[in-house]
């Protein structure tokens, strides 16, 4: 270690090692400039802290602001959560807490199946990932409104006196019941021909999937972000703190049953919705969802709606060229315990089924209505209702013309799928690393302990006994050398005891006795006794 007084600079080579009450870090090189209170570390430095490792081959960092950069190969670990961080750049700041990770960032997490075993992780990247800490007095107004109206939850209504279920005479269908008693809803016999609608099955089994993905992705995100803000009432609400997630362009999700794309994604504490704009997609096995904006709805961590939001298009492939196809204004998915139990297409729906007969697709069923309903029972649909000017025909295959095959707006991107994690990013891991002390051992500094006790503040995570171990080791040295600093000691000539003990045995001369409390005189001991004295 070199410090430069002319500089107030002190320069670290090779080996650094630091402690701090709130963690502890290594690296090869670093410097401290006092004056202006600025860390810089490099070469593999590592850092740990109660609840994070990190890792960066630069790190900045200004003590006085509590703001720093890091740079190159940076990974943070949050050790509370299964959560990891990657990219070439992550500035910081405290108070209130912000972070931006730029240059290719990755936000990665993992599940472990209890019963298996096995381990799914979700991967997730986009240009830039903020995360960030606000108050709700801080916010912007317009911000503020539109997070309140999107967390408000309109009860459906009911439609007053009968719908029209299934009232239009179709082919594929068993005639309908006398008008006068047609329910809400149809009866599972009068819809015989829908109970197994491959598309409506295709969309359960891709929210069954999607649900708890997502629901556990956000969970661990609000966690990092402190968890979920509650309303505290008038006198604190301006002062409450409100939790930002954002991820900006080309924002990618790869998960084994789960794949997404879209423009940019957000997320905040307030409204507990997860947003995803800018031509977003969903992808699950052989299915599409996709509109102009989707939004995950969350109470209490739990995921219980999913919003599709205008233009709202569902497609299913049943094989090369064949597609079942939903499309309408609105569409939501309403989630119960994980699974869907209900799903809605809302204003203008229209629906393509290619019906097969024994295992061969032979006619296409043509479906219009305002409201389209499915109702589904352990993952399979159940029951399906047609609202309001319903429309039905049945198209031999052999007489379907070419532009009837596709509703419109119809766009298969199966080209944008992630198909794997390296799609996402071809960045290795680092393995988790061992706690500090057992690799390297805190210097006790017995001495500092004893006079300086509340500078000399123990890291918090290495509460092993090191304090005991100081106090041990300080009576240890007091008793074998009966050393008072404050009594003045013998004085011993500087060099006379290297060269007493560089006696060569054998010779004539012998080594000279020395005082059991003597030490080598130096500027620095002079300067401290004349200290004590004067005090005295």
Request: glycine share 4%; net charge negative; hydrophobic share 35%.
């Amino acid at each position: 270690m070199y410090y430069h007084i002319d500089l107030n600079l002190a320069e670290f080579w090779g080996n650094v090692q630091a402690w701090h009450t709130d963690g502890f870090l290594t690296a090869e090189e670093g410097t401290y400039k006092r004056e202006e209170a600025l860390f810089h570390f490099t070469d593999n430095v590592f850092i740990r802290t109660e609840e994070q490792e990190i890792w960066a081959e630069d790190v900045h960092y200004n003590r006085n602001n509590n703001s720093g950069i890091l740079r190159r190969n940076v990974q943070v670990r949050d050790t509370t959560q299964q959560v990891l961080v990657l990219g070439d750049r992550l500035d910081f700041r405290r108070e209130p807490d912000w972070g931006q990770v730029t240059e290719d960032p990755v936000f990665i997490t993992w599940e472990i199946d209890r019963e298996t075993g096995k381990t799914d992780t979700l991967f997730m990247r986009a240009d830039t990932l903020r995360i960030f800490t606000s108050t709700y007095g801080d916010m912007d107004s317009l911000e503020r409104v539109r997070a309140f109206e999107r967390q408000d939850i309109p009860e459906r209504k009911k439609p007053q006196g009968p719908t029209d279920t299934l009232v239009s005479p179709d082919s594929t269908s068993i005639p309908a019941a006398d008008p006068g008693k047609i329910q809400e809803s149809a009866s599972p016999k009068a819809v015989k021909d829908t109970v197994t609608d491959p598309t409506s099955i295709a969309a359960a089994s891709y929210f069954r999937a999607d649900s708890a993905d997502i629901q556990s992705f956000l969970a661990k995100t609000d966690s990092m972000l402190h968890a979920a803000v509650q309303h505290l009432g008038d006198s604190l609400f301006n002062t409450m703190e409100v939790h930002f997630f954002y991820g900006y362009k080309n924002v990618k999700v790869y998960k084994s049953d789960l794949q997404s794309v879209c423009d940019s994604m957000v997320f905040n504490s307030i409204d507990s919705v997860l947003r995803q704009y800018g031509r977003p997609v969903l992808w699950n096995e052989e299915s599409q969802l996709s509109a102009d904006s989707i939004q995950f709805r969350f109470s209490r961590d739990s995921l219980y709606r999913v919003d599709l939001l205008s233009k709202a298009f569902l497609i299913s492939q049943e094989e090369v060229t064949f597609f079942h196809q939903i499309k309408s204004d609105i569409m939501f998915a309403h989630i119960r315990g994980n699974d869907i139990y209900r799903f809605d297409a809302v204003k203008n729906a229209k629906a393509l089924f290619y019906i097969p007969e024994d295992s061969i697709i032979t006619s296409l069923n043509i479906k219009e209505c305002e409201e389209m309903s499915v109702m589904l029972k352990d993952r399979r649909a159940e029951r399906i209702t047609y609202k309001k000017s319903v429309k039905s025909d049945m198209i031999p295959l052999y007489e379907l013309k070419k532009d009837q095959e596709r509703l419109g707006d119809f766009n298969w991107r199966a080209e944008e799928r992630p198909g794997d994690r390296y799609a996402i990013t071809s960045r290795g891991i680092r393995d988790a690393t061992p706690r500090p002390e057992t690799a390297c051992k805190e210097p006790l500094f017995p001495f500092t302990l004893k006079y300086f006790p509340t500078v000399h503040a123990l890291p918090s995570t290495l509460r092993t006994g090191v304090t005991i171990d100081a106090v041990k080791e300080l009576n240890r040295r007091e008793t074998e050398n009966k050393i008072n600093p404050f009594i003045p000691l013998q004085e011993f000539p500087a060099g006379s005891r290297d060269k007493a003990e560089d006696q060569i045995p054998g010779t004539t001369k012998e080594k000279q006795p020395i005082p059991f409390n003597a030490r080598r005189v130096t500027p620095v001991l002079q300067r401290k006794q004349l200290q004590v004295q004067e005090v005295k």
